[in-house]
């Protein structure tokens, strides 16, 4: 067994020169070891070294949206995965100069984003991703705009006492972006903006091999043609459109609704209704079997969370499911994976709001009047997500 410190390099460079596929793999084998990697690294570094690295961590984002905007990712993209480009090709094709071309490969070296080798400089496969056209792309733009927030929400909690945040109009993203728009709202005013958001949203959820559809009994609770499925918040129609994929023959009617600014110009598969609402508006299709919602509560702090519920329950009738499909903190708080936790975090820079554990979902739900059939949670490791099956207080499957 390695046990010194070149022991486990060499091993470490014996894997790196034939890495297993993905395919390959135990399911969390992998995760484990970056685990252990992340610990044994901290052992190992002297505390200035660590240091440095927290520092300069929060730049890494900031690069690769410079790199992106001056075509270095669209430039290498151009001339093909694995074919190495030299300074003077890469200047041609990027926007800025050379001092700044340079300064800025100097900064993707650092992060392992490009290789160096023989005056040539090769693209890592994994940030092909960051060129301009694709979803990823898109995704590194919308993180810079949240990136912005957390930068600044030391000085906003430091004038709260580091009070957790409640108010939606009076968020990070308030103080960070000096407006008073709530988060979607500012959005909607550039779609610079919106567009990143919605290919954001448009990405598999993490940790999430299993579709919501994949646990759910869709045939046994959604197959009726009299019966209306209602994707409330549902963005660009990506999660109803799957549905649809997934069971093209389910009768009925499948209908996208959303903000007007976010739902124009959607192009769903036919068959799929688009219709404009504003949910703390009264929902116009009363009665329908299933009102679906992805995560689109966790964005709300209780009290607007409780009004679009209400409005919801109100449409309800007695044979109405109501679906919540979310995050789910541990109990206890000290137990998520980083994704969750940084999305705990990002829906308190957004929206001063925060994830929940399944006491609150379930407690929220009767506080809204609902009860709570089932939880639905995905097989395998994930303890992350549930879909939460309600009914009306006073009805029954
Ligand atoms: C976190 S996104 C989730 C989108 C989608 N359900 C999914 O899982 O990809 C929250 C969605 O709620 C929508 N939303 C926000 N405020 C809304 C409102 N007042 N009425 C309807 N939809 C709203 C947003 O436009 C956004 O698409």
């Not at 009726?224 to 209602?230: A, E, R, Y």
Request: aromatic residues 8%; glycine residues 4%; contains cysteine.
């Amino acid at each position: 067994m390695a046990t010194s410190i070149s022991e486990i390099t060499r091993a470490v460079e014996a894997l790196l020169a034939n890495p297993p596929p993905i395919e390959d793999r135990k399911d969390g084998e992998a995760e484990l070891l970056f685990d252990a990697m992340d610990r044994l690294r901290v052992a190992l570094e002297k505390p200035e070294q660590t240091v440095n690295r927290i520092i300069f961590s929060c730049r890494t984002l900031p690069i690769i949206k410079i790199a992106q905007g001056m075509g270095i990712f669209d430039a290498f993209a151009a001339a093909g995965h694995d074919k190495p480009l030299s300074l003077d090709q890469l200047d041609k094709q990027t926007k800025g100069d050379r001092p700044m071309l340079v300064r800025i490969l100097r900064l993707l070296i650092t992060e392992k984003v490009v290789t160096k080798a023989n005056d040539l400089f090769t693209l890592a496969p994994f940030a092909f991703q960051f060129r301009n056209d694709t979803v990823s792309g898109e995704v590194i733009k919308h993180f810079h705009n949240t990136a912005l927030t957390a930068i600044q929400a030391p000085n906003y909690l430091k004038a709260r006492d580091y009070m957790s945040p409640d108010d939606a109009y009076d968020a990070p993203h308030q103080f960070a972006n000096n407006t008073k728009k709530h988060y979607f709202d500012w959005l909607a005013d550039d779609e610079e903006r919106q567009r990143p958001f919605n290919a954001t949203m448009s990405l598999p959820r993490h940790d999430n091999q299993n579709q919501w559809f994949d646990i759910y009994p869709v045939r046994e609770r959604l197959d009726d043609k009299s019966h209306v499925f209602i994707d409330l918040g549902g963005g660009a129609g990506h999660d109803v459109a799957s549905l649809k994929s997934r069971f093209p023959d389910l009768p009925g009617r499948l209908v996208l609704q959303d903000l007007p600014a976010v739902v124009k110009g959607v192009e769903l598969p036919s068959g799929i209704e688009v219709i404009p609402h504003n949910m703390f508006e009264p929902q116009p299709i009363k009665g329908a079997r299933a009102y679906y919602m992805r995560t689109v509560l966790h964005d709300w702090p209780d009290k607007q969370a409780l009004e679009v519920l209400a409005r919801t329950r109100e449409a309800m009738g007695k044979s109405s499911i109501l679906l919540i499909n979310e995050n789910v903190l541990s109990e206890g708080g000290a137990d998520d994976t980083p994704v969750v936790a940084h999305t705990d975090f990002t829906m308190m820079l957004n929206f001063s709001s925060h994830e929940r554990t399944e006491a609150e979902w379930t407690e929220l739900l009767q506080k809204a009047n609902l009860k709570v059939i089932k939880v639905w949670k995905p097989q395998q490791t994930i303890k992350s997500r549930a879909l939460f099956e309600a009914m009306r207080a006073d009805a029954s499957l």
